[in-house]
């Protein structure tokens, strides 16, 4: 599972002592709730259904995939899976492809999800092996359901949108920038990202 409430407030309560800009986030915006989701093969295989679709559709897809193949939480199952039952649930070629190759590493034992490097490199190498998953969607990954308190998804768009707003950049600040003005952050990063987008809500909302 991912960062606690009280890991989140004690991590940006130490952010906000080394960075003002994040003190004053905080009194403008307030804590973010936790982000939670379950570590294991499930969170990654509806990472991969809902990539540039609507959560909505996400379900939809994901109940279709249910109905015609049963139990989702095992990956033998897709693996199993034909090109067309696959594609019949709404699972474009790509994506169906994407689908089996997470299957197949998990079911083989070449990935463990339980198990994935203690090193934060390591497990994005790791899991960005998978076709269909990339760096964003790794970190993601280790954030939410894994809770590693340093991850840093400096290619965020909402996140360098946000962090330049917080620091008074005139301009967004570019993924490389992001990662050298966030070092003094260390090990705190993953709490900023999560405020990084509890703030942009904020932002959003109030505009």
């Not at 130490?14 to 004053?24: C, D, K, V």
């Not at 620091?167 to 260390?186: F, N, Y």
Request: charged share 25%.
């Amino acid at each position: 599972m991912g960062l606690s409430a009280e890991q989140l407030r004690t991590a940006l309560d130490a952010l906000a002592a080394i960075e003002p800009a994040f003190a004053a986030g905080l009194a403008r915006a307030g804590y973010p709730e936790p982000r939670l989701r379950d570590r294991g093969y499930e969170t990654l295989l509806r990472t991969i259904i809902g990539q540039q679709v609507s959560v909505a559709a996400a379900q939809s897809i994901w109940n279709k995939l249910a109905a015609a193949l049963g139990d989702l939480t095992d990956p033998a199952t897709v693996a199993a899976a034909s090109d067309e039952t696959l594609r019949a649930a709404g699972l474009s070629r790509q994506k169906a492809s994407y689908a089996r190759s997470l299957a197949e590493e998990v079911s083989s034992g070449r990935l463990d999800l339980h198990n994935l490097p203690a090193d934060d490199e390591a497990a994005i190498a790791a899991l960005t092996h998978i076709k269909g998953i990339g760096r964003w969607s790794a970190e993601i990954y280790l954030l939410f359901a894994e809770g590693r308190p340093d991850i840093w998804p400096a290619g965020d768009l909402a996140v360098q949108i946000e962090i330049g707003r917080l620091l008074g950049h005139a301009e967004r600040p570019s993924e490389k920038l992001l990662r050298t003005l966030s070092e003094p952050w260390r090990p705190h990063r993953g709490a900023a990202a999560i405020f990084a987008w509890h703030h942009y809500k904020v932002d959003m909302d109030v505009i």
